[in-house]
């Protein structure tokens, strides 16, 4: 299993680099930067080993896995932003090492990039509409991050639903990608 995980890895590594090589510098230096970070991958890995399980080949499922990894990047650089983070993944943020208005255009740009990747199953009618909600969720899960701190008191499961929208949903996103392009039809598999 370790030797799968390690071949998987290596792929999207391989994909990640240089994902944006051609553009202007202030977009092309902090994308780079941020994939450069090494992260755990779970993400993409999940999205490959669903496919796989289901008997689609995982180097044709690899935009998939790719697109929620970029999907994953981008709601990090945008929390950095809101949340002041220096550090992430031992690296410094992209709002620290450049700007807040270049960590906005980069993250803006690493959405359009998973969405460019995620345009390889255009003929896959379930998964754009299932990414954009897993996108809005995250976002949802952020709003209610930034609302929280200014309430006094949050119960537990306000809070459940907060971390289930912005850490949960882009898991079971990972899983449900890697299902839909393997030919599930189930319009909604895991939410």
């Not at 299993?1 to 994902?19: A, H, P, R, S």
């Not at 779970?42 to 970029?70: C, H, Q, V, W």
């Not at 809101?82 to 993250?107: P, S």
Request: aromatic share 8%.
């Amino acid at each position: 299993m370790k030797d799968i995980v390690e071949q998987y890895t290596c792929k999207i590594e391989n994909e990640l680099k240089g994902i944006y090589e051609s553009g202007p510098k202030l977009l092309v230096e902090p994308i780079n930067h941020v994939f450069s970070g090494k992260g755990k991958r779970i993400r993409p890995l999940l999205t490959l080993f669903t496919s796989k399980t289901l008997g689609y080949n995982i180097d044709e499922a690899l935009d998939a896995a790719i697109s929620i990894e970029i999907l994953h990047n981008f709601t990090l650089v945008h929390d950095d932003i809101m949340d002041k983070d220096k550090l992430r993944h031992g690296k410094e943020t992209v709002n620290t090492k450049w700007d807040n208005d270049i960590a906005l255009l980069a993250g803006d740009a690493m959405l359009a990039l998973a969405l460019k990747k995620l345009n390889t199953y255009s003929k896959n009618h379930l998964l754009f509409p299932t990414f954009i909600n897993g996108l809005l969720a995250v976002c949802e899960g952020q709003a209610l991050d930034k609302e929280f701190e200014s309430k006094d008191n949050v119960d537990i499961s306000e809070y459940l639903n907060m971390i289930d929208l912005k850490t949960g949903y882009l898991i079971g996103l990972s899983a449900e990608l890697g299902s839909i392009i393997a030919g599930s039809k189930k319009k909604k598999l895991f939410y």
